[in-house]
């Protein structure tokens, strides 16, 4: 089946300590997206790649950066992490932006700062 | 500014019918989505509407009124597997997915 795949499903790390979460889908898409959600909080978006074109929202922190090797795979790099970013990170892809822009989302990964 | 609202907690019967609301103010509009989403499980798509008017798939129906910004996800014949967030979402004029926070629904036996 086509999916998104996300690995570790839970990640846990030191404060400071850099960690690399990682995407990968098997659906093709052009649009890769990372969100970072918090509970009871909406997903927030931190990038997204069309293609190899990325784009990073204007209030992500400098501490994350984001990699597209090639179309299936898709890593979020915390360089620092702190305690305020313990979340959930979501992946997810969509064929493209328009004209409908259904988006499929990867189990996520549950990241935990000690 | 960019802005999805809903109410953040809602409680129902087993076998009720429950209408979560989403009024919406975002720059441009192509579109508002219906995601559901378990308990630390990633959301999974409900439903699309950009047309005004009731969209029916099986148990669960959203409505889309563009003039006033308001959509409506309505759950009918309520199941335990139901409660979970339902998050609304709209992609605005740059095709990029506005979020609200979600409605958590809670079902009672």
Known sequence: DAMVIQNPRYQVTQFGKPV???????????????????????????FHYYDKDFNNEADT??????????????????????LGDAAMYLCATSRGTEPYNEQFFGPGTRLTVL | GQNIDQPTEMTATEGAIVQINC????SGFNGLFWYQ??????????????????EEKGRFSSFLSRSKGYS??????????????????????????????????IIKP
């Open chain 1, 20 to 46: 690399t979460l990682s995407c990968s889908q098997t659906l093709n898409h052009n649009v890769m997206y990372w969100y970072q959600q918090k509970s009871s909080q909406a997903p927030k978006l931190l």
């Open chain 2, 72 to 105: 409506y996800l309505l759950l009918k014949e309520l199941q335990m597997k139901d409660s979970a967030s339902y998050l609304c979402a709209v992609l605005d004029s740059n095709y990029q997915l506005i979020w609200g926070a979600g409605t958590k629904l």
């Open chain 2, 37 to 54: 989403q378990h308990a630390g499980e990633a959301p999974t798509f409900l439903s699309y509407n950009v047309l005004d008017g009731l």
């Open chain 1, 61 to 82: 922190p400098d501490n994350f950066q984001s990699r597209r090797p090639n179309t299936s795979f898709c890593f979020l790099d915390i360089r620092s992490p702190g």
């Open chain 2, 23 to 26: 009024t919406y103010q975002t």
